[in-house]
């Protein structure tokens, strides 16, 4: 998304990008605000990603077949669950179909099955692990290994900070500090900031709840945002 950002800002491209991890959100957009679509990032949600590489790069260096491996996500939301499933959520079996000659009948979805951290937490309960009693191990490789950025994900300004890092660091060469966001005056659940690279002013703001949402949404559609990027 730091790339996608910087190619918008130097080529006009549509402004401000909206950046979201909530499928909630994006059906949200869909319904009330067809009209603005352009400005949604192009990038899938981590758990879309996670499942398309695994189905792919993942599939094709152990030499499995795509089509017998299950990907569970553990999340939060109940929405993930329905995201997983829409229709278009199929890149890795469109990336093997051509490639293996499969029909439509060996469709299949990038994400197999979605549990709600509750769902998961009650699994447990009921099978008596105890995590206290069990032996402290190892991530396997790769899913041990992370970034600064990648623990900030799941915070509200995760995301766009973690995007603005890598499009900071593009742009100027150097890491980016801190980003001090600051509450908008009248508007509650709403904080902006701005960057300089270089000095290119970059605007951001990062909202939560939909009626912030909504807020953001309908200042761009009247051409009145002065942000370059959102995080909702």
Known sequence: EGHELISRIKNKGALPMITSCSPG????????FPNS??????CKSPQQMFGSVAKTYYAAKMGIDPRKMVVVSVMPCTAKKYEAKRPEM???????????AWSQDDMFYDVDYVL???????MFKETGIKFSSLPVEEFDNPLGESTGAAVIFGATGGVMEAALRTAYEVVTGKPLANINFTAVRGMEGIKEAEVDMNGLKVKVAVAHTLKNARTLMEQIEKGE???AFIEL
């Open 116 to 122: 709600t951290t509750r769902e998961l937490s009650r």
């Open 25 to 32: 959100w994006i059906k949200f957009a869909e319904h009330f």
């Open 90 to 100: 199929t890149s890795a079996f469109d990336y093997w179909k051509d490639k293996k």
């Open 37 to 42: 679509l352009q400005h949604l990032s192009t």
């Open 225 to 227: 945002s002065p942000y």
